[in-house]
């Protein structure tokens, strides 16, 4: 990782990577040729093309899984979970590779990706040792005489959905339960980032997963591609990752066959830091909330509330940490910030920015997109930001801390709870029970405790209000790819 990454590297890594469809075990172009293509967001520049599937692959790659899936429910459940074992230690060996390939389509600091190729892979892991517990129940009428069993089956083919923020992450999520609960699966990862994904169906492959269990699907037409494979009832559950409106419109098409969802959508978390906080801490737990990813997550801090009694401190060694930033090419070793996905996501985080400090927000760092090849915003800190500001409703998915001030427990809560998503929110403060307290009362799946990260394979990660349908990771991750047959006895 020390070693400094060459343009020779760069090249070597995107010249080795699959760019084709994987359908029914095998590289395919798309078959009407049509091909997309993938950028580095650093430059601008493109980095390869990719096949891009219409809707005649995607009827193959859903044929493929549903001829597979009655073959692949019936493995030994402990063939998968060494399918899961295999292909965890594949992502190890080649962790230079798909690490690198991951910044180069996403932007992400060279480290970050390192650390996503980490916790991708133990998806994989986690639930290989699920795979093996998967139970079920016998249990004894109230009425006595017949007698109940509680029997556990994969729920069938599934259509898997990913974002391009998490580009492998998202990914291993799906796939990990999936191919635990005896699941096949179309996954279709986003059309900016797909080469990740096609790099890890090669990983599956060599894992011994067997053809038609995994189709990789990449397509720039993603719901003409994928609406008709909803609608055909042929899967029988969608897990979805993104945003609420793409989420809702696909619920409302699962609804005609009554698929099965998880549904994993946005968030507006709110960091909150009481007086009898731990400031330093409090600090780092922000950057980590606000900068991991440079701001692209939907875990991300949106709105940062701070006691009023030490919002001076607060703010100003935010900003000296934030400040301290580097922002670049995420290959090169001193980066932390890289650039925002493509220019779109650049343009709104200005835009929301701008709206700010119209609205009255103070600039206390950065503010400003810079200039230049690729597409980066640098670390801004925002003061005084009023409600009525569309950052404090909209997800800003960048590296832009949003801070107001609060004066009592009660009113921090309320206002916490004021948005229509729950997704995560944070708090810090040394009084246990204060901490206990709030985080029973906001509304959100998540909640950190003097901590700026949650997300950890083997708890359960989801939300609650639009943000959500649905746990992935921990015990109830493979659940959601389940069914439960009851079987009643008479004695
Ligand atoms: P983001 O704003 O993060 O790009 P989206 O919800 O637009 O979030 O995208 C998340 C994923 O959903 C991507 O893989 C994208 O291609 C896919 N997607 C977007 N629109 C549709 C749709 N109508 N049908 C199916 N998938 C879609």
Not at 254 to 266: D, I, N, P, W
Not at 304 to 316: A, L, T, W
């Amino acid at each position: 990782m020390s070693v400094p990454i060459t343009a020779d590297r760069e090249n070597e890594v995107v010249q080795a990577a699959p760019t084709q469809l994987f359908i029914d075990g095998e590289w395919r172009d798309a078959r009407r040729g049509r091909t997309l293509e993938v950028f580095d967001p650093s430059t601008g520049r493109v980095l390869t093309r990719a096949a891009n599937a219409s809707p005649e692959d995607g009827w193959d790659a859903l044929k493929a899984a549903e001829a597979a899936q009655k073959g692949f429910e019936r493995t030994p459940p402990r063939e998968r979970a060494e399918m899961l074992m295999n292909a965890f230690r594949l992502m190890h060996e080649r962790k230079d590779d798909l690490a690198l390939l991951m910044t180069l389509e996403m932007g992400k600091p060279l480290a970050e990706s390192y650390g996503e190729v980490n916790y991708a892979a133990e998806f994989f892991r986690h639930f290989a040792e699920e795979a093996t517990r998967i139970s079920g129940g016998y249990q004894t009428a109230p009425a006595g005489g017949s007698r109940f069993l509680i029997h556990k089956q994969a729920v069938g083919p599934s259509i898997l959905i990913t974002p391009w923020n998490f580009p492998l992450a998202m990914g291993t999520r799906k796939l990990g339960p999936a191919i635990a609960a005896g699941c096949t699966s179309v996954l279709k990862p986003a059309e900016l980032t797909p080469l990740s994904m096609l790099a890890l169906a090669d990983i599956l492959r060599e894992a011994g997963v067997p053809a038609g269990v995994v189709n990789i699907l990449v397509t720039s037409s993603a719901g003409e591609v994928i609406e008709p494979l909803i609608r055909s009832g042929i899967a029988r559950k969608l897990s979805f990752t993104g945003s609420t409106p793409v989420g809702r419109r696909l619920l409302e098409q699962c609804s005609e066959k009554v698929l099965r969802t998880s549904m994993e959508l946005g968030g507006n978390a709110a960091f909150v830091v009481f007086e009898d906080a731990d400031l330093d801490k409090a600090v780092e737990g922000a950057v980590l909330a606000k900068m991991r990813n440079s701001g692209e997550a939907c875990t991300a801090a949106n709105r940062i509330f701070v006691h009023s009694q030490v919002m001076d401190e607060f703010s100003q060694k935010l900003a000296e940490r934030l400040g301290r930033m580097k922002t670049g090419r995420g290959v090169d070793e001193e980066t932390a910030v890289g650039p925002m996905v493509d220019a779109r996501q650049r343009d709104k985080v200005a835009e929301l920015v701008e709206d700010a400090v119209r609205s009255g927000a103070k600039v206390v760092l950065g503010g400003e997109p810079a200039a230049g090849e690729g597409y980066f915003y640098p670390p801004t800190v925002l003061t005084g930001v009023p409600e009525g500001a569309r950052m404090w409703s909209e997800e800003i998915f960048g590296p832009v801390a949003p801070l107001t001030p609060f004066d009592d427990e009660k009113e921090v809560i309320d206002r916490v709870n004021d948005t229509e998503y729950g997704l995560v929110n944070y708090v810090f403060t040394e009084s246990l029970n204060r901490a206990l307290r709030v985080a029973e009362q906001v509304e959100s799946g998540m909640v950190g405790i003097n901590q700026g990260a949650v997300s950890n394979p083997a708890a359960p990660f989801g939300g609650i209000k639009e943000s959500g349908l649905g746990r992935e990771g921990g015990d109830t991750g493979i659940e959601e790819f389940l069914e439960t047959k009851y079987i009643g006895i008479a004695m």
